[in-house]
T-cell receptor, first 117, second 115 residues
């Protein structure tokens, strides 16, 4: 069965520094996708970044980058130049099923990030 | 484009009562999802619709939960009767079926408290 593991329940980072949030996954399907979502205290899930299993390069979106190591089955999120507004829960998720099919997401347990001024 | 709409935002009920949640997805999104997020956990899929048909309801507690999407647009999720362990945030999400398909767009959620 597909599984997502986030081993860091909580993390602190100093404002303006970079931080890495860990995510490992387990799947036997050669076609899969990995997502990171941010959930502030207000509760909405905000999409941050996506990496497909066949993508040759690591995904980047502004201050967010995904360190995709396929052999190690890891998909760590790197946030550069942390801002106070980055304080939130972060969830790693994996697409089960093809992107062009009716797929569902399997979520990890999340990491709470707190940015210190 | 307008985002995924959900109502109500908050609901407090007594155990054994009934409750219903409403979701209106982004216009044109054929796929709609209902997730349950218990405090301190990641969201867990309850049911997935493609247009007005159910694609996956394997994790829906069918003895008490029901959901429908009659016209392939908005959807309702109902709990009858509610139990204490149903206290959670119920998230609705929608997704395109034409490229780019990857992202699921989430609504603000409904926070349910069962006393």
């Amino acid at each position: 069965a597909q599984k997502i593991t986030q081993t860091q329940p909580g993390m602190f980072v100093q404002e303006k520094e970079a931080v890495t949030l860990d995510c490992t996954y387990d799947t036997s399907d050669p076609s899969y996708g990995l997502f990171w979502y941010k959930q502030p205290s207000s509760g909405e899930m905000i999409f941050l970044i996506y990496q497909g299993s066949y993508d040759q390069q690591n995904a980047t979106e502004g201050r967010y980058s995904l360190n995709f190591q396929k052999a190690r089955k890891s998909a760590n999120l790197v946030i550069s130049a942390s801002q106070l507004g980055d304080s939130a829960m972060y969830f790693c998720a994996m697409r089960e099923g093809r992107a062009d099919s009716s797929y569902k997401l399997i979520f990890g347990s999340g990491t709470r990030l707190l940015v210190r001024p | 484009e307008a985002g995924v709409a959900q109502s109500p935002r908050y609901k407090i009920i007594e155990k054994r009562q009934s409750v219903a949640f409403w979701c209106n997805p982004i216009s044109g999104h054929a796929t709609l999802y209902w997730y349950q997020q218990i405090l301190g956990q990641g969201p867990k899929l309850l049911i997935q619709f493609q247009n007005n048909g159910v694609v996956d309801d394997s994790q829906l507690p069918k003895d008490r939960f029901s959901a429908e999407r009659l016209k392939g647009v908005d959807s309702t999720l109902k709990i009858q009767p509610a139990k204490l362990e149903d206290s959670a945030v119920y998230l609705c999400a929608s997704r395109r079926t034409r490229p780019p398909y990857n992202e699921q767009f989430f609504g603000p959620g409904t926070r349910l408290t069962v006393l």
